[in-house]
């Protein structure tokens, strides 16, 4: 089966900086990469997906990259808030609609 | 549409006592998920259903875990009998099958076993 590897599993940055969290993933069959947003005590709730046939795609502050030969795909956010912090979750997805999750990676924005 | 409802919200309970989770997932969706979260092995799949029907149940732990999908609208997860280790945020998922798609998440069942 499929098996997503996420890093780094703690990330600080200040305030304006930019934060990477990357995941490699095992089967070149997944098509589907969504990336959720868990905040603490909540639920986990989609911030970006990228499709197989998008290299990359944005949405204001928050990018996600994809290179399907390296097999990797990575988070992008740019000027970080304080409401940035929480644990963000990778994921890769087959043509059946199963998420494999990577293991999380708690991010604090330092004001 | 009220999103994804899962009760109880919270469920404290003892050792080897029967826990019914139960989940609503957004009405039109016909793919449901179990997750259990913990912060040793964070968000796991327990079970999943497309179109009432289980499809993969590897992550059921042991044989005390059961689900059920009796209807679109319905789903259930059962522990009998509840041990302290399944101490854990329960969370229910839903999902059209129609294009890949994202899953959205319930509240989760916050359940403490003593």
């Known amino acids: 089966g499929e098996n997503v590897e996420q890093h780094p599993s703690t990330l600080s940055v200040q305030e304006g900086d930019s934060a990477v969290i990357k995941c490699t993933y095992s089967d070149s069959a997944s098509n589907y990469f969504p990336w959720y947003k868990q905040e603490l005590g909540k639920r986990p709730q989609l911030i970006i997906d990228?499709?197989?046939?998008?290299g990359e795609k944005k949405d204001q502050r928050i990018a996600v990259t994809l290179n399907k030969t390296a097999k990797h795909f990575s988070l992008h956010i740019t000027e970080t808030q304080p409401e940035d912090s929480a644990v963000y979750f990778c994921a890769a997805s087959t043509a059946g609609n199963q998420f494999y999750f990577g293991t999380g990676t708690s991010l604090t924005v330092i004001p | 549409d009220a999103g994804v409802i899962q009760s109880p919200r919270h469920e404290v309970t003892e050792m080897g006592q029967e826990v019914t989770l139960r989940c609503k997932p957004i009405s039109g969706h016909n793919s449901l998920f179990w997750y259990r979260q913990t912060m040793m092995r964070g968000l796991e799949l327990l079970i999943y259903f497309n179109n009432n029907v289980p499809i993969d149940d590897s992550g059921m732990p042991e044989d005390r875990f059961s689900a059920k999908m009796p209807n679109a609208s319905f789903s259930t997860l059962k522990i009998q009998p509840s041990e302290p280790r399944d101490s854990a945020v329960y969370f229910c998922?839903?999902?059209?099958?129609?294009?890949?798609?994202?899953?959205?998440f319930g509240p989760g069942t916050r359940l403490t076993v003593t």
């Open positions: 990228i499709r197989s046939n998008v």
């Open positions: 998922a839903s999902s059209s099958l129609a294009r890949m798609s994202e899953q959205y």
